[in-house]
């Protein structure tokens, strides 16, 4: 939505394991409610990981005179839960995925793109707000392939001279959904992140939340993150999009969060306040490979991007459960 309210001719790639088809559905209907012409998003069905249908891509696009002179890489596996228990597979869809990808990019002298990473690679050492130049130590299958991607894209970068236009967007925790409650996220299964899980729990679908440990060294004992609202993380690529585009030549790697920190418990109390629903909770212990405390120091992306996040927790919570009441079964119902 954000880079087609930019004037961007897009083409996405999906193999929907994970997604819904009929989330661009979705995406031209939020643009005609906006009366914003678009032109047709093209979209290809397939794995990452199939060169040959990447290539396809590619040069279609080409012969149609429309070649493709960037990529946002959002294409992977990203639940560290399910990485810890199929590592091969994370190994094999993120990073030969991310691989099958380059190689084509290359060939076609595409040299712009932009990387969906995780703040994740900064492993659990540390606690409070975290600098791009903090080493990277990722804990789990999942972290291990992020931080692998971005020196794979390092290296292409070097080979190529130097030549390449690369932005390593690292997320801390992105939350909530599109405010016309068209677009959001729809898990499958049962979530393992908190925001879904306590949407289900206010939805009645679960009886209450887990809260894995209240014995944090945090204000009120629970973990703390930097909560991010997806749409400001979405408006982040477009402004890295648009930096590349108009500077030389770089690798870059960027903290897109909000700077500040919010605990699992005031995330609770926000939720219930603004949307006035009641939200059971139990402690449990902590869940291994937690931190107490997860904060972007998100200067360096204020400094370099044309973006600053405004949207606050309670625009989170707001916009997260509008888009839960008005499709409580996700894309699949309307
Ligand atoms: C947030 C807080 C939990 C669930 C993960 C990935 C990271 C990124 C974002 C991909 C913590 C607590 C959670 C629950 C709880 N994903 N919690 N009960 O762990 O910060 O980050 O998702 O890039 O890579 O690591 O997010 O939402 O799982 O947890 O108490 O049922 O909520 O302990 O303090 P996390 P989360």
């Known amino acids: 939505v954000s880079l087609l309210e930019d004037g961007y001719k897009l083409i996405v790639i999906d193999s929907n394991i994970n997604s819904s088809p009929l989330a661009l559905v979705r995406v031209k209907e939020i643009l005609q409610n906006k009366n914003i012409a ?17 290539n396809n891509v590619f040069k279609e696009a080409s012969l149609a005179n429309n070649p493709i002179t960037a990529v946002i890489h959002f294409a992977g596996l990203k639940s560290v839960f399910e990485s810890v228990k199929n590592p091969s ?21 595409c040299t712009t793109i932009v990387f969906s990473s995780s703040a994740t690679i900064y492993g ?21 392939t992020k931080a692998a991607i971005e020196k794979i894209l390092e290296d292409f970068f070097k080979i190529s ?19 016309s409650g068209m677009l959001g996220e729809n898990p499958l299964g049962i979530p393992n992140n908190l925001f879904p899980y306590i949407c289900r729990v206010a939805k009645g679908e679960y009886k209450n939340l887990v809260i894995y440990g209240n014995d944090w060294p945090t204000e009120d004992g629970t973990g703390v993150r930097d909560y991010i ?19 030389e030549p770089q690798f870059i790697s960027l903290n897109i969060g909000t700077g500040r920190g919010t605990s699992v418990i005031q995330l609770v109390d926000t939720f219930k306040r603004i949307n006035n629903c009641d939200l ?33 927790i309670e ?20």
């Not at 659990?124 to 291990?144: A, C, F, R």
């Not at 902590?286 to 044309?306: C, E, F, H, M, W």
């Not at 625009?315 to 309307?334: I, Y």
Request: glycine fraction near 6%; include cysteine.
């Open 38 to 54: 678009i032109e047709e998003i093209i979209f290809k069905n397939g794995d990452i990981r199939d060169v040959n249908f990447i």
């Open 89 to 109: 597979l994370y190994w094999d869809v993120n990073v030969v995925g991310s691989l099958s990808l380059l190689k084509v990019m290359e060939y076609y002298d």
């Open 124 to 144: 659990d050492d540390w606690s409070g707000s975290i600098v791009e130049s903090t080493g990277l130590e990722p804990k789990s299958p999942y972290g291990n």
């Open 161 to 179: 001279g130097n030549n390449w236009r690369v932005a390593n967007l690292r997320y801390f925790n992105p939350i909530g959904a599109h405010p």
């Open 229 to 247: 609202h997806v749409m400001d993380l979405a408006a982040s690529h477009r402004a890295a999009l648009d930096y590349l585009f108009n500077n």
């Open 280 to 312: 059971p909770y139990v402690i449990s212990k902590r869940r291994k490979g937690d931190v107490p405390t997860l904060i972007a120091n998100n200067q360096y992306a204020l400094s370099k991007l044309d973006w600053s996040p405004s949207k606050s």
């Open 315 to 334: 625009d989170m919570c707001k916009d997260g459960w509008r888009w839960n009441l008005l499709n409580p079964k996700g894309f699949e119902n309307r």
